[in-house]
């Protein structure tokens, strides 16, 4: 039998309780544009789990109505790979920030990526510790003055995205979180991807980090300052669609002009199915000032999923042999009758 | 074999003897744990009450023949009631001069010794830091029954002619040593012969010279004219079933299927691999026709946490470790405890602290399992008494957790993960139902309250997927009834009491303490975990010749059973004997404010019956 599913919109997704981010907080858009995309998806609402760590990001499994899960620090994807590894019908979304993914939680990232749990995650990057009030994170840059650096940070940042592609990633994303529309389209791709899929999200902390990434968010500077990625396109950008990326003799990107002699045919185009992972690395190793900053999906290729895999051992040994009776496991190996 | 230098065998004595205690000990690299198991297990099937003392390095391969290499498996076989591995050697049988002088001062006085004598070279005894060699010693050997017998050489001419390398050729000894043994006892090596069979069916040149040296073994035996006797050890009379050999491990991978069956639901086990829990992960993965999901994940961290999130979504989650995995875990078993959702957690106790003696017994995590969480995070305990026990008390702990919705913990300890006994199969009819509730509707007018409690304090279980019961759980601090955030001072206070009384309510679920021996009297002892065995003989030891002594062995840790303090002041003594400086008998004082005295040890190795019969007579 089939039923109709009820035709949800993201007011049906939205919780009962008080938002508590800062005003203007970047966080309050992401939320919006989740909670429209997720009744789009022809998933019964009670199939979403939403599971996150600590942080402010993490607070987000309270505000949408889905079954939720706000944990402890940097445990997230653990967590969510435990609800797959008994439940691959679920849609499980992951929330995280860069301090709880990147920093205490790293090496949970690393695995449920490398195993390709099927597992939408979206790491929230404001470059700073919001919560306990303005340290550095794993992604504030160098010399970066916080509470815990007055001196400027020594720690030589990462970028999420290399960790991911590093972690053998099927699914790579970035976006903004107040370019709502690309935003939306790039949640959309994830939810339909198949295995674990990763985006981050540059995301205002108005707070501690004010501005972090206005380069790549207000209007007027952010064309200049990003390139959006469109499968089989070439990579042009600029406010008047000028400027592109070329990959030049020793393999390294550069910013080239168009016209005088440079066609869009002697641009870098993006190929997310690349067989290597190496074009996808050289991507999320464009930063702002020196190029343009990739936005888009950067990654999006197969390869089987863990809790799918699981669940198909499962069945094969009960097909092997036969359902699990207790009797004859009791019984196995040597016994002997004592009358 | 050829059987021209042979004493008829008619001259060859057979005696009849009550218990036997054999230990074969060797390099790491000598299959000394293989022999024992074999050697347990074809007593086993002959009808003995059998108890093991596996007993390896954390090397896997320490430097051939040092010290530090020496790896030994005990066994005790008998005819009556097996409690302990039993405390001295009757036969010591070592591959080489290391183990020879690590093992040798546990032979008895009149014990048989058989040592490899081809191994007492000069390399050996070098690395064994003997100046000379020992079997030219007469001082030493003088008070045993010794068998130099030349193994390496009888074995490779067992082997002769199937094409064997030496190295390969040599690697057969442990079974030539096995095939002695059987002779010196007369055991029925066909299951032995099954298992090499099965085990090298790929490599049948493997299987057959491993046959062929077992042979050899018991033809030497039989042929030699150094051993004049052997031994008959009939069987015991053990309650009327069906038995097998079972470990500690098994019968916890086994008692967690059987709870999952038991439950009508599917089972998830995250673990990470640790010695000496690694083996039930190892058990568990190959029960996947059973619906058992196994899952070995980056750290002991993530196995928790997968854990928690597993139990999340209505199903049954196990994890185990032992004591640095544990460490490791108490943040998310602190989720668990705040979001009340059902799992165990087995923590096979080892020497520590720190990384510690990986391999050896001690029962040192009891105040971890209590306290090792922040804030107040009190969860119930229980321990197995025995290898078989770990059955049962698997699907206790899973009764428990899921009728209270609550983590549970499993202190067992690598004395009983490792150890093997007899086990009655039990009958699918001696299993109990688990019964799981998972509401499909709303608990009140204002929909599904996911912490409104029933009387025993209980809060609902819903399954993620079920249609308008969407909430969601945290680490937060929360409103009681709806599990709201809240930082309410008094709410706070309150949700801590509810979750203390919580666990204190499974006390009115659990069975009375019965006490063994005397009901009242002089001294109570009371013991808990991998110890009952070694305080059961004693205690039995003792009442026999008179004494007034009883004996409570304590399943239930937390909460102690509902009559325990009322037992307590039935005794003017109490004695507490653990392996640890005094865990048991410090939450003992402090619950019922007695003045309970504890006797402990901290080697790394069980307790003997003898030193405990010592210790209980000194306070009577």
Request: proline fraction near 6%; hydrophobic fraction near 40%; aromatic fraction near 8%.
């Amino acid at each position: 039998m089939t039923t109709e599913l009820p035709v949800l919109t993201a007011k049906d997704f939205a919780s009962d309780q008080e938002l508590r981010w800062c005003p203007r907080c970047g966080d309050y858009s992401i939320l919006a544009q989740f909670k429209k995309v997720l009744p789009t998806l022809g998933i019964p609402q009670e199939n979403f789990v939403v599971v996150s760590g600590i942080g402010c990001s993490s607070r987000f499994p309270y505000y949408v109505d889905t079954y939720g899960f706000h944990s402890i620090h940097g445990r997230a994807p653990a967590i969510a790979s435990g609800v797959k590894g008994v439940r691959p019908d679920l849609q499980v979304w992951v929330i995280t920030g860069d301090g709880d993914g990147l920093s205490i939680g790293g090496n949970h990232l690393m695995h449920a990526i490398r195993r390709n749990v099927n597992l939408k995650i979206i790491l929230f990057n404001n470059q700073i510790y919001g919560l306990t009030k303005g340290q550095y994170s794993p992604t504030s840059p160098l010399g970066k003055r916080t509470k815990s650096t007055p001196q400027g940070s020594i720690d030589n940042p990462l970028s999420p995205l290399s960790v991911a592609i590093g972690s053998e990633a099927t699914f790579v994303a970035r976006s903004v979180d107040v370019d709502t529309r690309h935003l939306t389209s790039i949640l959309e791709r994830a939810a339909h991807h198949n295995g674990t899929a990763f985006i981050e999200v540059y995301q205002d902390c108005n707070v501690f980090n004010s501005g972090a990434f206005y380069y790549a968010s207000k209007k007027g500077v952010k064309e200049d300052n990003v390139v959006y990625l469109e499968h089989g396109k070439p990579l042009i950008y600029g406010a008047d669609r000028d400027k592109g990326i070329r990959v030049n003799e020793g393999n390294r990107p550069e910013v080239v002009e168009l016209g005088s002699g440079i066609s869009e045919d002697d641009l870098l185009f993006h190929d997310e199915q690349a067989d290597e992972p190496s074009l996808a690395f050289l991507l999320a190793r464009m930063r702002h000032p020196e190029f343009p900053e990739p936005m888009g999906v950067f990654r999006s290729v197969q390869r089987p999923v863990y809790d799918i895999a699981l669940d198909e051992q499962v069945s094969e040994a009960i097909e092997r042999k036969g359902p699990g009776n207790l009797d004859e496991l009791f019984n196995s190996g040597d016994t002997w009758t004592v009358e | 074999m050829a059987a021209t230098d042979v004493a008829p065998a008619n001259e060859k004595r057979t005696e009849e003897r009550d218990t036997i205690v054999i230990r074969f000990c060797g390099d790491s690299g000598d299959g000394m744990q293989l022999a024992g198991s074999q050697m347990t297990n074809v007593s086993a099937v002959f009808g003995n009450d059998v108890s093991t003392l596996p007993d390896f390095p954390a090397e896997i391969r320490a430097p051939a023949g040092s010290l530090a290499g020496v790896s030994g498996f005990q066994l005790h076989f008998s005819s009556n009631d097996v409690f302990t591995p039993g405390d001295e050697v009757d036969t010591l049988i070592a591959m080489n001069p290391a183990a020879l002088k690590t093992n040798i001062a546990d032979l008895k006085r009149g014990g048989t010794l058989i040592v490899n004598q081809d191994s007492f070279a000069s390399g050996d005894l070098k690395k064994a830091g003997y100046e000379s060699n020992p079997l030219d010693d007469e001082d030493l050997l003088a008070p045993f029954d010794v068998h130099k017998v030349e193994m390496t050489r009888l074995t490779r001419d067992a082997v002769d002619g199937l094409g064997l390398s030496p190295r390969e050729a040599d690697r057969c000894k442990n079974f030539f040593a096995l095939g002695l043994v059987y002779w010196l006892y007369e055991r029925d090596a066909t299951p032995t012969r099954n298992w090499v069979s099965e085990k090298f069916s790929k490599k049948p040149e493997i299987a057959e010279a491993n046959l062929k040296a077992l042979q050899g073994g018991q033809n030497f035996g039989l042929s030699t004219e150094s051993f004049r006797v052997h031994f008959r050890v009939p069987p015991a009379k053990l309650a009327p079933g069906k038995y097998r050999k079972i470990t500690g491990n098994e019968a916890l991978a086994f008692g967690f299927t059987a709870a999952a069956k038991m439950a009508d639901r599917s089972l998830f086990y995250a673990g990470y691999p640790i010695t000496p829990a690694s083996d039930i992960l190892h058990e568990l993965s190959r029960l996947k026709h059973f619906g058992v999901r196994t899952f070995q994940a980056e750290d002991e961290i993530a196995a928790m946490s997968a854990a928690v999130g597993a139990a999340f979504t209505g199903e049954l989650a196990i994890t185990a470790s032992s004591g640095p995995g544990i460490c490791l875990k108490g943040e998310a078993m602190g989720l668990g405890v705040m979001t009340e959702l059902p799992m165990v957690i087995v923590d096979v106790q080892r020497g520590g602290p720190s990384t510690g003696l990986p391999t050896k017994t001690e029962q040192s995590d009891l105040m971890l399992a209590m306290f090792g969480r922040n804030g107040e995070s009190p969860l119930p305990i229980v321990a197995p008494a025995t290898p078989g026990d770990c059955f049962w008390i698997a699907q206790e702990a899973m009764r428990i957790a899921v009728e209270f919705m609550t983590p549970v913990m499993l202190l067992s300890d690598g004395y009983i993960a490792n150890g093997a006994e007899p086990w009655r199969v039990p009958s699918l009819d001696d299993l109990k139902p688990i019964q799981v509730d998972h509401p499909t509707e709303f608990n009140s007018e204002d929909g599904f309250l996911p912490y409104l409690r029933d009387e025993r304090l209980v809060r609902p279980w819903a399954k993620v997927g079920t249609p308008g019961l969407m909430h969601r759980l945290g680490g937060l601090e929360k409103s009681d009834v709806t599990g709201n955030v809240d930082y309410d001072p008094n709410n706070h206070e309150h949700m801590s009491k509810v979750r203390a009384q919580k666990v204190a309510n499974v006390a009115a679920s659990i069975p009375e303490q019965e006490v063994f021996g005397a009901q009242d009297g002089e001294m109570l002892v009371i013991s808990w975990g991998g110890t009952y065995g070694a305080v059961r003989q004693a205690v039995k030891t003792l009442t026999e010749d008179g004494c007034s002594v009883g004996h409570a062995h304590l399943r239930y840790l937390n909460p102690f059973p509902s009559n325990l303090g009322e037992l307590i002041t039935r005794f003017q003594t109490i004695l507490v004997p653990e392996l640890n400086l005094g865990q048991l008998v410090r939450l003992l004082r402090s619950a019922f404010l007695v003045d309970a005295q504890g006797y402990n040890k901290i080697q790394g190795k069980p307790f003997r019956v003898s030193e405990l019969i010592e210790a209980i007579q000194s306070r009577l």
